[in-house]
């Protein structure tokens, strides 16, 4: 498959329109349409290094975006995900259709993604050893990701962490990394090379701004990694840095809340939740500054 | 008398004194201390009634209001039931 960015803007509007176009992302083939500009524009920024096929015969997950018909086509306009003539959220305002796709692709995952232990987490890697992120939503989970991408870590996931039951190694799903309100200028401030895609206002979460995964992220997608750490962030204006360890029990049951699928997966999920425990000692990391956050990272990676 | 509920395989794993076992029957995962832990490797050989267990872990006397809880607490977790 060639790089989404081979394909001409006519041929992409084109693919979108027809809803021709495939994208793969790790182990998903995302089949997307939309005729929605915005879309198109925003694909092409984020997802230009990601592999892109016309017409493949397969996908695993099916994302049509549209504008929904009648009165809302005139006044405030709006987008609906469409799966197979049902819409099965709200419709949002039209310029939150980029986010809505990454909404849409992360419910499928969640919903349907279970040959995996899915942990609500981000992972990053560094020399062969993930490090892996659980958080709440306002932990920082997040900007601390994209800070450590911005600054070498090869780039797993920013959302969900895809655990393999087989092997007990990371699947990576590199994905644009989703940044909210303030973080969006953090992050811009200490990676200004860092690709952002368009900053949308009012969405349920805030100001929302999605910056691209790391090129040599995606060409990697395929390379699984083992985990070494799990690091429950937690940010704190002004913190001094803390790394305190968590005993591994109580780090069981914490993995396990942010886990989307850990019931489902009976037996399965508790085996593979006890290898990540034993493979990857847990600790709750307060930080203040990024800088003292990433010399951290740096060190941990640096261990034997 | 008291027994493993039919079907628990006591699939668990343990760090330092603490444990995260299986419950085959609920599909819930519980964190037990050692002594919770060790129960229910007695009632894995087989029933015994609280005195027996009392006797195998060597609860002393001022303990037994302990152990009659925890066996009532296990049972509400469906890992054991009276025979």
């Known amino acids: 498959m060639s790089p989404l960015s081979d394909l001409a803007r006519p041929a992409l509007h084109a693919a979108l329109r027809d809803g021709n176009l495939c994208l793969r992302t790790g182990p998903f083939a995302l089949r997307v349409r939309s005729t929605l500009p915005a879309m198109a524009e925003t694909l092409a920024l984020l997802y230009a290094d990601y592999p892109a096929a016309l017409d493949a015969p397969f996908a695993d997950f099916h994302i049509h975006l549209r504008r929904p018909r009648g009165l809302r086509r005139w006044v ?13 959220f709200q419709p949002l305002p039209l310029a939150q259709a980029f986010p809505m796709f990454e909404w849409v692709c992360n419910w499928y995952i969640s919903a349907r993604a279970h040959s995996y232990l899915l942990i609500h987490a981000a992972a ?35 959302e969900m962490t895809l655990l393999r039951l087989d092997d ?58 083992a985990p070494a750490w799990i690091v429950f962030p937690r940010y704190e204006a002004n913190a001094s840095l803390r790394l305190e360890p968590i005993a591994a029990a109580r780090a069981f049951t914490r993995v396990a809340e942010n886990c989307f ?26 930080y203040g ?5 990433l010399a951290l990272f740096d060190r941990l990676a640096a261990t034997p | 008398m008291w027994k493993l509920l039919e079907g628990q395989t006591l699939n668990c794993r343990g760090w330092d ?16 201390g050692i002594d919770a832990m060790e129960l229910l490797r007695r009632l894995r050989s087989g029933p015994a009634s609280e005195e027996m267990l009392a006797e195998a872990l060597a609860v002393a006397p001022d303990e037994r209001e302990g152990l009659a809880l925890t066996l009532e607490q296990l049972a509400g977790l469906f890992l054991i039931e009276r025979l």
């Open chain 2, 17 to 32: 004194d603490e444990f995260m076992v299986y419950n085959d029957v609920s599909g819930d995962s519980h964190l037990l």
């Open chain 1, 76 to 88: 405030r306009p709006q987008v609906a995900f469409d799966m197979d003539g049902t819409v099965p």
């Open chain 1, 168 to 225: 007990g190694r990371v699947q990576p799903v590199p994905r644009p990394v989703s940044l909210k309100n303030a973080s969006i200028g953090v992050i811009r401030a200490f990676a200004p090379e860092a690709v952002f895609g368009p900053e949308v206002a009012d969405t349920t979460k805030g100001t929302i701004a999605h910056m691209k995964a790391p090129r040599d992220s995606v060409l990697r997608a395929a390379e699984a990694a």
């Open chain 1, 261 to 286: 699928n850990y019931g489902l997966l009976g037996r399965e999920g508790f085996d593979a939740l006890g290898r990540l425990v034993d493979a990857a000692p847990a600790h709750e990391l307060h």
């Open chain 1, 124 to 158: 990053v890697e560094k020399n062969g050893r993930v490090a892996i992120l659980p958080a709440p939503p306002g932990s920082g989970k997040s900007t601390l990701c994209a800070a450590l991408v911005c600054a070498g870590w090869r780039l797993l996931t920013d």
């Open chain 1, 289 to 293: 500054q990024l800088p003292e956050a």
